[in-house]
């Protein structure tokens, strides 16, 4: 239980001495963090005056139907307001993040504040001393779980109205593929179970997060597949990469390979799976694995990242060829090292 009455009571005080409170969420948006933040932005609107989302860059378009989406303000692309609603603010929260290196360019914005702090993020290792109150747990699948727990600890659940219970079920989804990641628990479905009792269309959420391909987008998860996949069968391993070129080819917007990764892995005798991307000049990798096999190691050994251990992210600075050889150099020793998690 990581929502324990003195923790609650520290959160109660902290939000009724802050006049101007300030939700901020990891970079490169997904499902948890816009999910969650929307959720949190909802509920505290309802008993705070003055309440803003930033984040440090936009969410893909297949969020932009959530409700209140229009409320989160881009660091990247209205820097003056964001620069001036972190001075302002008095209580910042940090959502889906473990560490200030997490939210970009905002971690000087963030560090330079005076505003008090709270953490809530199910991330591993976070990070020590960059906020006053941290409600940390690993163990839950999202981020948006532990925001309907803090409602349900502050008994609030009568106060899930449309917007909450929307931005919830999205976060719950996005990051447990569709309620099938071992971190889902029967309190995950009973919150699902809840929400869809208090009248959420689950399948239109499902549908506006899932069905709004365009062509460019499947043609460049088939060019991905056909021409760019490499598995490594002895391994148990499979890869995909994808240059600035290639992607540039199939015109690919923002949010275009999320889950490609997850495709490499769903291979018969794959049980990790790599994604090379190219992006702003440096080689983004997304790290996913089954089972015990903790590809945060590799992530955060070798290639500057970390997160979960079956879904981490790290990245190389310098060409793709390389990040690749390195990775390949790499890989023997991590399955030779982890031989027990890959029978
Ligand atoms: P993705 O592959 O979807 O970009 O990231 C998967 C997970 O890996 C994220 O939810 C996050 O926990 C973690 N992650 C991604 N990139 C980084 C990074 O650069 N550093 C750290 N510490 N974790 C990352
Ligand atoms: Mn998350």
């Known amino acids: 239980m990581i929502f324990t009455t003195e923790k609650i009571n520290q959160f109660n005080a902290l939000l009724t001495n802050a006049k101007k409170v300030v939700i901020t969420a990891h970079k490169s948006p997904d499902g948890d963090s816009i999910g969650s933040s929307l959720a949190l932005f909802h509920y505290l609107s309802k008993e705070h005056g003055d309440v803003s989302i930033c984040h440090p860059d ?133 919150i699902a179970a809840h929400l869809i009792s208090n009248g959420l269309h689950h399948s239109t959420i499902h549908e506006n997060i899932f069905d709004t391909n365009t062509e460019n987008r499947i043609k460049l998860t088939s060019f991905a597949l056909l021409e760019k996949l490499v598995v490594v069968r002895d391994l148990q391993t499979a890869y995909i990469s994808l240059t600035q070129a290639e992607q540039t080819r199939f015109d690919a917007q923002k949010g275009d390979t999320e889950g490609l990764v997850n495709q490499a892995l769903s291979l018969a005798g794959v049980k990790m799976a790599i994604f090379f991307k190219e992006s702003d000049g440096i080689i983004k990798i997304s790290f996913r694995s089954v089972a015990t096999i903790p590809v945060n190691d590799l992530a955060r050994n070798h290639f500057q990242g970390g997160g979960h251990r079956n879904a981490s992210g790290g990245k190389f600075v310098g060409k793709m060829d390389d990040a690749i050889s390195k990775f390949v150099t790499i890989l023997p020793n991590f399955v030779e090292e982890n031989k027990s998690h890959f029978e």
């Open 58 to 190: 936009k969410a893909p378009h297949f969020l932009h139907w959530m409700l209140g989406f229009d409320e989160v303000i881009a660091h990247q692309e209205n820097e003056a307001q964001v620069t001036q609603l972190m001075q302002d603010a008095d209580l910042i929260f940090c959502l889906d993040y473990n560490s200030p290196g997490r939210i970009g360019k905002m971690d000087d914005l963030l560090a330079k504040s005076t505003a008090k702090k709270i953490m809530i993020d199910h991330h591993r290792d976070p990070a020590e001393g960059f906020v006053d109150l941290m409600f940390s747990d690993p163990q839950t699948c999202s981020t948006a779980q532990l925001i309907y727990e803090l409602m349900e600890a502050r008994n609030d659940l009568d106060k899930i109205d449309r917007e909450t219970s929307e931005a919830i079920y999205t976060g719950l989804i996005t990051d447990t593929g569709s309620f099938r990641f071992s971190s889902v628990t029967p309190k995950t479905h009973e």
